[in-house]
């Protein structure tokens, strides 16, 4: 079946500018994560959507950092007034929430969003 | 300190090698762990699970020892498919959901 889409898979922007990297989890998966690389960085988590509860925005860098789930499928992550360090590679994933006894299960990347902010 | 620390490497071993990455973890409320392996370029993907008992997956062993925080991966008869980036990933029980924590990423080439 279809795997997690991103788009665009690449996006280049000038400093100040706002972006918008659309996710398209699998079908039937309820939970929802935004994380990104950085060149050297191990990824690092955004935030995460678990079917209607609200969403966990602790790894949000700062207030220019904003996510929606609509309708518990699709997510868009909005970066307003880009800064350069945010470029990066922003990568959603999707899983089925938790497990027994509420362990982890599998999640399932996307293959990102390459932003780079000139 | 990190949350999630590995040895970035690179390892460079020869096809047929056994190789170990060792990986150690902050956060004692950490109670489920993976290793998650990453080509260049490419999104990550689950290589396996890690349970208390330690498994194995074919070529692949994991070991975890929560009294050192410490998670091990053990690769036999390298294949060059093998070569990519290992990486070491926690998560906590319900309440933090399921967000992960990934180290940076070990490195292993393997060569002909």
């Known amino acids: 079946g279809a795997g997690v889409s991103q788009s665009p898979s690449n996006k280049v922007t000038e400093k100040g500018k706002d972006v918008e990297l659309r996710c398209d989890p699998i079908?039937?998966?309820?939970?929802l994560y935004w994380y990104r690389q950085s060149l050297g960085q191990g990824l690092e988590f955004l935030i995460y959507?678990?079917?209607?509860?609200?969403?966990?925005k602790s790894g949000l860098p700062s207030d220019r950092f904003s996510a929606e789930r609509t309708g518990g499928s699709v997510s868009t992550l909005t970066i307003q007034r880009t800064q350069q360090e945010d470029s990066a590679v922003y990568l959603c994933?999707?899983?089925?929430?938790?497990?027994?006894?509420?362990?982890?299960?599998?999640?399932?990347f996307g293959p990102g969003t390459r932003l780079t902010v000139l | 300190r990190k949350e999630v620390e590995q040895d970035p490497g690179p390892f460079n071993v020869p096809e047929g090698a056994t190789v170990a990455f060792n990986c150690t973890y902050s956060?004692?409320?950490?109670?489920?762990f993976f290793w998650y392996r990453q080509d260049c370029r490419k999104e990550p993907k689950l290589l396996m699970s890690?349970?208390?008992s330690g498994n194995e997956d074919g070529r692949f062993t994991a070991q975890l020892n929560r009294a050192s925080q410490y998670i091990s991966l053990l690769i036999r008869d390298s294949k060059l498919s093998d070569s990519a980036t290992y990486l070491c990933?926690?998560?906590?029980?319900?309440?933090?959901?399921?967000?992960?924590?990934f180290g940076t990423g070990t490195q292993l080439k393997v060569e002909l």
């Open positions: 994933a999707s899983s089925l929430g938790l497990g027994p006894g509420g362990r982890g299960v599998e999640q399932f």
């Open positions: 079908s039937g998966h309820t939970a």
């Open positions: 959507f678990q079917g209607n509860s609200a969403p966990d």
């Open positions: 956060n004692s409320a950490s109670q489920s």
């Open positions: 890690v349970y208390s």
């Open positions: 990933v926690v998560s906590p029980l319900t309440g933090g959901g399921n967000k992960l924590t």
